[in-house]
């Protein structure tokens, strides 16, 4: 009988190229985390650095406010424009974020007749409302009724994307923000 001679399943060679190779990907998994979940950190990070709606509207600036959810690839897309919009702004504005899947908001969501998100209004010193912006918006159209929101009159100017997430009605016909289409 002429015995089997039985090659290893895989080559050593291979083997530790294999490994090296599963290393590289966890390392920069982990040393580039931020740049790979960017926009989720973003959306987290505004709504624990959200200054307070309440303190937004009497503190005599204009207001930026925006109601967005975790899971809306939209508001994630726009989270680093909005990002930059802050940075640049916020001295001189209040930047509000609102998290629609938080009840203790559902207020504002109600008020301000939230059905799609990203919704951003923009307010002026008196708390007047000056624009909404419903679904993505390019950064230079937010930037220009920023710049311009001193110099408007107090009409309201709404601007529709037809890329937003939709909240769906309940059973009792009234908006449930926590659904989304």
Sequence with gaps: MQSESREPLLN????????????????????????IFQSTYLLKSF???????????????????????EWCEVCKEMAPKVSSLKEEYEKDFNFVFLNVDNQKWDNYIRKFDVNGIPQVN?????????????????????????????????????????????????????????SHG
């Design 47 to 69: 709504g624990e650095l959200s200054v307070d709606p309440e303190i937004a509207f009497k503190n005599n600036k204009p207001t930026f406010l925006e109601f967005y959810a």
């Design 12 to 35: 050593p060679n291979f083997k530790a190229i294999l490994v090296l190779l599963i290393a590289v990907v966890i390392i920069a998994v982990v040393l580039f985390r931020n740049f």
């Design 122 to 178: 923009l307010f002026d010193k008196k708390g007047n409302l000056i624009s909404t912006f419903i679904g993505k918006q390019e950064e230079f159209t937010i930037r220009d009724s920023i710049d311009q929101i001193e110099k408007k009159a107090k009409s309201h100017e709404e601007i529709i994307n037809n890329d937003f997430s939709i909240l769906k009605g309940n059973n009792k016909n009234k908006v449930n923000p926590r």
